[in-house]
């Protein structure tokens, strides 16, 4: 409760403003019109998205933070195969930002062995650097080395422990921005950096079930104070400001929609017009002028929703083994131990 939960993908200062270009010009141009959702998280995305985390209608952080609660003593035994092959484990968590959920399980890991090491990973050094303020003042008996890396795009050089069996953790549900060949791609990378017997913990939001309606979905992505749509409309303003764009952000919609085919919840920015955007020559290349028609959309994220059998298949083609799932009381969200 002492951290406020960040943004898991991206921060600002360490975005280049080439990718930034590089990306808007791939996206823009081609039809349909795409942006990648790592372009929410500039400053004022990072905090829309921090108050999104926070929203009624937004279950996933809560309901995440609630199992991690009920279950982290559990949770660190099986990570350690048990009582009778009892072993020590090391934590590493990828996007970490400020590490706002892991705070339960350190705690679990230091009741359990005494004291831990986290291994941090993320983009951002700013969020690292509070993330091991945050941990080093509230929970003694845990050491912190930071890692700054984009493990979304680099096969992560993990720098681990001799002699330690590595947690891995990855929560959050960020596993479901990455189309299924990624998610996979990202999975196989970081199963090549472990040893058979670690672990890791990953987090998934389900899919629609008979106590989890369309309805209940769809409003975790438009939510009636229209935080959602200021933090999907924020990507233009970000283009704006990084690429002297001139999106008018008052003539797109925000639009969150269920696909039912691909099991995931897509958001969309709608034109409410025939309108032209220009974005000035930069360093991916020269000056572009667009048009949009009115209903024209920009598809700027899908969030994939998973069941059991959908986790599974997800973790077995990056050989790991699924070991245990636990859900929340309503069957919202699981977090699943699979082992390596
Ligand atoms: C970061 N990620 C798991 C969020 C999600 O739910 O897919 C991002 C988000 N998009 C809209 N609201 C939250």
Not at 8 to 28: F, K, N, Q, Y
Not at 107 to 113: G, K, L, N, S, Y
Not at 242 to 257: I, N, P, Q, R, S
Not at 300 to 318: C, D, M, R, V, W
Request: charged fraction near 20%.
């Amino acid at each position: 409760a002492a951290f406020t939960e960040t943004a898991p993908i991206s921060a600002t200062p360490d975005t280049t403003s080439h990718a930034v270009a590089a990306e808007a010009r791939a996206g823009l141009t081609a039809h349909p019109r795409t942006l990648s959702p790592w372009l929410f998280y500039d400053e004022a995305g990072s905090h829309l998205f921090e108050q999104i985390t926070q929203l009624p209608e937004y279950y996933l952080t809560r309901t995440e933070r609630g199992i991690l609660t009920a279950h982290a003593d559990e949770i660190l035994q099986q990570a350690a195969n048990g009582d009778k092959d009892k072993q020590t484990l090391t934590l590493i968590e990828l996007g970490a930002g400020t590490a706002a959920k892991t705070g339960v399980l350190l705690a679990a890991a230091v009741r359990r062995q005494g004291s831990v090491v986290y291994q941090p990973v993320d983009v951002s050094e700013t969020a690292l650097a509070v993330a091991s303020r945050n941990i080093q003042a509230n929970f003694p008996g845990v050491t912190v080395r930071c890692q700054v890396a984009d493990y979304t795009r680099e096969a992560l050089p993990l720098d681990r422990l001799p002699n330690l069996r590595t947690l891995a953790l990855y929560i959050g549900s960020s596993i479901g921005n990455f189309s299924p060949a990624d998610a996979k791609s990202l999975l196989s990378n970081v199963r090549a950096q472990l040893l058979p017997g670690d672990k890791l913990l990953l987090g998934t939001d389900l899919g629609p079930s008979p106590q989890k309606s369309i309805d209940t979905l769809l409003a975790a992505y438009n939510d009636a104070a229209g935080t959602t749509a200021a933090f999907n409309r924020n990507v233009l303003t970000r283009l704006n400001r990084d690429l002297g764009a001139d999106f008018d952000t008052d003539a797109f919609t925000h639009k969150a929609v269920w696909n039912p085919i691909h099991s995931r919840i897509e958001m969309h920015l709608e034109s409410t017009r025939h309108q032209r955007v220009h974005i000035p020559a930069n360093s991916a290349g020269p000056a572009l002028t667009l048009t949009f028609e009115p209903g024209e959309t920009i598809h700027t994220e899908n969030s994939y929703k998973f069941t059991a059998a959908a986790i599974e298949a997800l973790l077995a083609p990056a050989a790991f083994a699924t070991t245990r799932i636990w859900h929340d009381p309503q069957h919202l969200f699981a977090v699943t131990l699979a082992t390596a």
